[in-house]
């Protein structure tokens, strides 16, 4: 679930170099990632929603995450993980456990570095579906369709129209499964301190250290 969260999570600052003849479509996102280089930094809460019909499965959780530079926290689902732009570390709350690993580089994985640099996710095409009422909010409805293979076959984003900022996202899994993010509040260029990026033992007691670097 990590995989996918951060995939849906970090996939839109690069939506700008997908592959399209959509014009519409592309200069909503032209728009959306032009805003997004002048955020220092983001803080936002969200819902989070796994659906698999097929397999009658429904769950939802509430999550938030902070982002400065390279270094994010992201809590969800009794999980906070920690990056610092060398060191992952997972806090499993069921278990009590706090997993270290150094950045992921293998091509499956997802990080804030390798989505930040452009060399994951980068091409798509998107596909301007509709423009309507949703949760209160007017909203540009696109789809983006994977160029290569991956275990999904789209994402579908939701901008809202007002301010060219992302209302909900949703990854359509190959397996049936859908992933959506609802953002609840979304937050930009706060004061974050740095040590907010750092992982402090005191911060979750008792908890066995699993080192797997």
């Not at 769950?59 to 902070?66: A, E, K, L, P, R």
């Not at 900022?165 to 609840?184: E, H, L, M």
Request: charged residues 25%; positive net charge.
């Amino acid at each position: 679930m990590r995989k996918s969260l951060l995939a849906a999570l970090f996939i839109l600052p690069f939506l700008l170099q997908a592959q399209t003849n959509d014009t519409k479509a592309k200069s909503i996102l032209d728009e959306l990632i032009r805003k997004s280089k002048t955020y220092q930094t983001i803080k936002a809460e969200f819902t989070y929603k796994l659906e698999n019909k097929k397999n009658k499965v429904s769950d939802s959780y509430q999550g938030s995450v902070m982002i400065k530079g390279n270094r994010y926290r992201l809590s969800v689902a009794g999980q906070t993980v920690i990056y610092n732009n060398n060191t992952v570390w997972t806090y499993i709350k069921s278990a009590n456990e706090v997993q270290i690993n150094s950045t992921e580089e293998s091509e499956d994985a997802v990080t804030p570095t390798n989505i930040f640099d452009g060399s994951y996710l980068k091409n798509f095409k998107p596909k301007y579906i509709s423009e309507g009422p949703v949760r209160g909010k007017t909203v540009h409805i696109i789809d983006m369709i994977p160029l290569k293979g991956k275990s999904y076959f789209k994402v579908r984003l939701e901008i809202e129209k007002s301010n060219s900022q992302i209302a909900s996202f949703a990854v359509y899994d190959k397996n049936g499964s859908v992933y959506s993010y609802i953002i609840n509040k979304f937050q930009t260029n706060m004061n974050l301190n740095d040590d907010t990026f750092v992982f402090r033992s005191s911060e979750f007691p008792g908890a066995e250290i699993n080192d797997m670097r």
